[in-house]
């Protein structure tokens, strides 16, 4: 193949990898595939012949004659004709999935055709594509059908929807996407349904999918749902019908109110008791009520609202004010006759606050006011009622009590010496240097003993309480209720606490060894001040840390590149990461001229760094591996004309490795692990034989696959680990079971097997897949049968999910869970998990 010497500027796109075609004709819209394999290659010629292709009008194509092209070494591919008066092609999609919108179209009307309706497809277009719609319409049955491959925006999508709505009927809506119109149908009728396209061979199969509120859609084969008089019915959707967990009146339901995040404990509500509770409501969902009342988030103004409350919690009553807890969401909905948009204020649970708590919200005043030694005794409250005003009790005897003047100085005492050290120190720590009194505290003594620690709160003064943390170096949990007891100002959100106390621990660190390096010196003279205080930085700390600042730069534009292509939850750790870099970065101008501060910040560099990539995973790179497949002249790389590497260009083995990289990145999904593996071995026998060092990018992705599929061939096939002795396992249960009780009081997300051993730093070796079973089998033996399993927060591999936890549970004679239920058993399980061991020492 001659290489395309036209200038860059007049190639519109690469027109030698085209997998989909139409036959018939350019305006046909019947698609096929071109099998990339050179044996289903010739199969496929068998069945088509070789004179009947076209870069259909329908895929966006020019309408030319296409001609498949077989090679062996290279992917089998369409090709346009060397014609020298050709047009320019303007085909944007080459790949199968771009022809989605003709085998949908011809898939479901031979399915319909088979449900008994003489169905013909439209295409339609939102300025995508051709088809970035297939409509069907249903006389029989008065039914519109729209597949939505691609989205409109939501105000468009409305006014299509009443449009359609006023001249077909009823609507079935069938989405390309999970984005916000699904949701927005879930909201009505509690589920939506979404469409995908698989190949097999040289067609494309279509999939339904059923999504619900909370839970990953359920695919089933389009050949096997129905079409009824109520729409487009799958398995998974009879199956949610026969509960009636969903709704089923379509469009014309108003939607379900939608939540907002809003900050817990940060939000008091006291009921009016003038108010009468509505009957209906918008905001009205299954499984709540509503209670009218005042409501007054912190650094605002008391507004008069509804709190939407679970059946399971008891109502409040007027008597107390009540600090909302769990998770808080601002809820709105449409707006309903032009009234505007109703709002409420939803909350898992309630906690009543003390007297003089509550008298500080403003919500509530003691009917006299009296010193206490006058205060009437309060009326005897009946079975399962609590009086109506709490009796005051002065924090002085309570100090007296759980926490004694004594106890105060000494913990005082070795918190400044951990401070001079630069360290911080746990609870379990603690009681191994004061003694079992420590041990004996509940969580709330333990509060009280914090307060009295750094009390009195003087503004500049730094705290020592921060300096207990958990055994993940992270705040305690109830580090928030100290601050507000001590008057200092609470951070807005718990990563917004976790950066506080960071930056607290540095500060009270530097404090105290500054003042233990005073008292320490010679007689104190101010000239001698200075060089007591400040070390100045060596030269190689200096180099060290440019080159660290250097390193997190770029990999701060990685992850804000990755971020901006990545969807879930995955999004939110990628911005919390580069918050922590942009924050850690900008301290540098602090610390470097000061040479103990500078090689802390190094140190905190490198779990940064290490953070940003396990969170952005295979290095973003010039996506040049499709392109390796053609010859190299045609690809000048104009990218990297400022940092040339002939030498790697020239070498043969670096292009093998980046093009065997490539099929191993773009087959993993199909190929057998054992295949993969025999790629990785290839690029080895290459990586021996180059005359230069593997370029990082390459070295990065080798190992991202080398880990990978290690991880898979584990959980594929089991290790031929040596067997542990039951003894050894029983040893190892306590360490495991103490790394677990931590994460679920810090709330963490499930550990693979390989972050668990790294958490015991070494102690839990590469064991043997029954070992596994057993160990966590020995860990949960102590569990009550009410209570979850620690084990939930040990994941398997993505190859096997949930693996461990099914045979934990039948390894200590729990029932067993259907494994159509067990990934939602699973989650709930661990929600309890949490909420139980929240609270916990």
């Known amino acids: 193949m001659t290489a395309d010497v036209r200038p860059l500027a007049s190639r519109q796109v690469d027109t030698r990898l085209i997998q989909t075609a139409v036959i018939g004709g350019r305006d046909s819209d019947q698609p096929v595939i071109l099998p990339e394999q050179p044996h289903n290659f010739d199969q496929f010629l068998r069945r088509f012949g070789r004179d009947d292709f076209w870069c259909g009008t329908l895929l966006g194509g020019c309408g030319e004659p296409l001609h498949p092209k077989r090679y062996v070494t290279k992917v089998c591919h369409f090709s346009h004709g060397a014609d020298p008066g050709r047009g320019e092609c303007h085909r944007t999609t080459h790949s199968a999935d771009g022809a989605d ?67 077909e009927g009823r609507i079935e809506w069938v989405f390309g996407r999970d984005d916000v119109l699904a949701h927005d149908m879930v909201a009505r009728r509690g589920y939506a349904l979404l469409v995908r396209c698989e190949t097999e061979g040289n067609d494309r199969r279509v999939f339904i999918g059923t999504l619900t509120d909370g839970r990953k859609p359920a695919w089933d084969p389009l050949e096997q749902c129905r079409m009824t008089g109520k729409g487009l019915v799958t398995p998974a959707l009879e199956s949610l019908r026969a509960k009636g967990t969903i709704r089923d009146d379509g469009l014309d339901a108003e939607p379900l109110p939608a939540g907002m995040p809003m900050p817990s404990g940060k939000i008091v509500f006291a009921v009016d008791s003038e108010a009468a509770p509505p009957a209906t409501s918008p905001l009205l969902t299954p499984g709540r009520y509503l209670v009218p009342g005042f409501v007054k988030p912190a650094g605002s103004r008391i507004v008069r609202a509804h709190l939407s409350l679970p059946d399971s919690v008891p109502a409040p009553t007027e008597q107390y004010v009540y600090r909302l807890a769990g998770s808080v969401r601002l809820l709105v909905t449409d707006v309903v006759d032009g009234q505007g948009s109703p709002w409420a204020v939803r909350a898992d649970s309630l906690t009543e606050l003390n007297g003089l708590d509550a008298e500080r919200t403003g919500l509530w005043r003691p009917s006299v006011a009296l010193e206490e030694k006058h205060v009437p005794a309060p009326r005897t409250a009946g079975t399962g009622e609590r009086p109506a005003l709490p009796e005051p009790a002065p924090s002085a005897p309570k100090v007296q009590e759980t926490a004694p003047a004594e106890r105060v100085d000494v913990l005082r005492r070795l918190l400044e010496t951990v401070a001079a050290k630069g360290t911080t120190i746990t609870w379990s720590e603690l009681i191994a240097r004061l003694g079992t009194w420590v041990y004996d505290l509940s969580s709330p003594q333990r509060q009280d003993l914090l307060v009295e620690v750094d009390k009195p709160r003087v503004p500049d003064r730094p705290l020592l309480s921060v300096l207990i943390v958990t055994h993940l170096g992270r705040p305690l949990p109830y580090l928030d209720e100290v601050l507000r007891r001590l008057g200092v100002a609470e951070p807005a959100s718990e990563f917004a606490l976790q950066q506080w106390a960071a930056a607290e621990v540095n500060k009270t660190q530097a404090a105290y060894r500054a003042q233990r390096t005073r008292e320490q010196a010679a007689p104190p003279r101010a000239a001698k001040q200075p060089v007591a205080k400040v070390q100045l930085p060596s030269a190689n700390d200096l180099q060290h840390a440019t080159r660290r600042r250097a390193e997190m730069r770029e990999k701060v534009e990685e992850a804000a590149r990755t971020r901006a292509r990545t969807k879930g939850a995955r999004v939110q750790r990628l911005s919390e990461a580069i918050d922590q870099a942009e924050v850690h970065l900008r301290r540098y101008e602090k610390v470097h001229a000061d040479g103990r501060a500078l090689r802390s910040w190094l140190a905190e560099s490198d779990r940064i760094l290490d953070l940003l990539s396990r969170l952005i995973g295979r290095p973003i790179t010039v996506t040049t591996t499709r392109r390796d497949y053609g010859t190299a002249p045609a690809d000048p790389k104009p990218v990297k004309t400022a940092e040339p590497k002939p030498a790697e260009k020239k070498d043969p083995h670096l292009r093998q490795i980046r093009r065997t990289l490539g099929e191993l990145e773009r087959t993993n999904r199909h190929r057998p692990t054992k295949d993969l593996l025999q790629l990785l071995d290839e690029i080895g026998q290459h990586r021996e034989q180059l005359t230069r060092p593997l370029p990082a990018p390459e070295a990065k992705r080798v190992e991202h696959w080398r880990s990978k599929l290690e991880e898979r061939r584990s959980a594929e096939t089991p290790r031929e680990e040596p067997r542990l002795p039951a003894d050894k396992i029983d040893k190892l249960a306590h360490t495991v079971r103490e790394i677990l009780q931590e994460l679920a009081r810090a709330d963490g997300s499930p550990l693979r097997w390989g972050d668990l051993r790294l958490r015991a730093d070494g102690r839990v070796p590469f064991m043997h897949p029954d070992d596994q079973v057993a160990l966590l089998v020995a860990v949960d033996r102590s569990t009550p049968a009410d209570e979850p399993l620690l084990s939930t927060l040990v994941d398997s591999s993505v190859a096997a999910p949930h693996r461990l936890y099914r045979q934990v549970r039948l390894g200590l004679g729990r029932e067993p869970v259907p494994d159509a239920e067990l990934e939602a058993h699973r989650a709930m399980e661990a929600l309890r998990l949490r909420g139980l061991w929240r609270y916990r020492r």
């Open 101 to 167: 919108h003709l085998f949908v179209k011809a898939h479901a009307t031979r399915w319909l055709t088979t449900q008994g309706h003489a169905a013909h497809g439209e295409l339609r277009t939102f300025g995508h594509c051709h088809g970035d719609a297939v409509d069907f319409r249903l006389p029989a049955s008065d039914m519109f059908l729209r597949f939505e491959l691609h989205s409109e925006d939501y105000r468009s999508w409305r006014k299509a929807a009443d449009s359609l709505g006023a001249k």
